[in-house]
């Protein structure tokens, strides 16, 4: 009897590990709502929201971690930005550019640049980018998500797809509103 509970203990604890990425399912939306962190400023009256992160891996070793953050004026009026971090081994890849849905955008911009510790694998070197997104364009993927391409100076490219799940949490947490 005690060896099928210790069996049935380890074979749970193996499925968890297997499972580490945090990748947002049809079933977690209620899990974005609850994770998002709202910071209130009381002295200005503003709040920012920032959504838990997605984290994966791409082909070229490329670890990603993106989530959906928001600023909110004492008057109600919301800006919405994507944050993605990118952390590499090797070279500067220098990423420069950003494709939503095939359309070039506008708003890429490039917050910090790191390089970090050296080893026998070469060092790591992180980058900080903010995409600015409408409010409209995140209600109108809340049903399909919405993918975004980012490109390097090096031809390097990192796909990342933030799913529907994702953004009607998110939104569910901004608008104040439980799931």
């Not at 009026?77 to 359309?103: C, G, H, M, P």
């Not at 790591?124 to 980018?129: D, G, H, R």
């Not at 990342?160 to 569910?172: D, E, N, Q, R, T």
Request: neutral net charge; charged residues 20%; proline residues 3%.
């Amino acid at each position: 009897m005690y060896r099928i509970i210790f069996f049935l203990i380890i074979g749970f604890g193996l499925i968890a590990c297997s499972n580490n990425d945090k990748r947002v399912d049809a079933q977690e939306s209620y899990a974005v709502y609850m994770s998002t962190v709202v910071t209130p400023n009381a002295a200005t009256g503003e709040k920012t929201y920032v959504g838990p992160p997605i984290n994966t891996m791409d082909a070229n070793n490329t670890f990603e971690m993106f989530s959906l953050r928001s600023e909110q004026s004492a008057k109600g009026a919301k800006s919405y930005e994507l944050l993605v971090l990118l952390t590499y081994f090797t070279d500067w890849r220098y990423y420069d550019s950003a494709n939503l849905e095939n359309k070039p955008a506008s708003t890429f911009k490039v917050i910090s640049r790191e390089a970090g510790v050296c080893e026998e694998r070469g060092c790591i070197f992180k980058e900080l980018m903010s995409i600015q997104l409408t409010d409209d364009f995140l209600r109108s993927h809340s049903k399909d998500g919405f993918q975004i391409s980012i490109s390097s100076k090096s031809g390097i490219k990192s796909d990342l797809y933030v799913p529907s799940a994702y953004i009607k949490g998110y939104l569910k947490a901004v608008d104040g509103k439980g799931n």
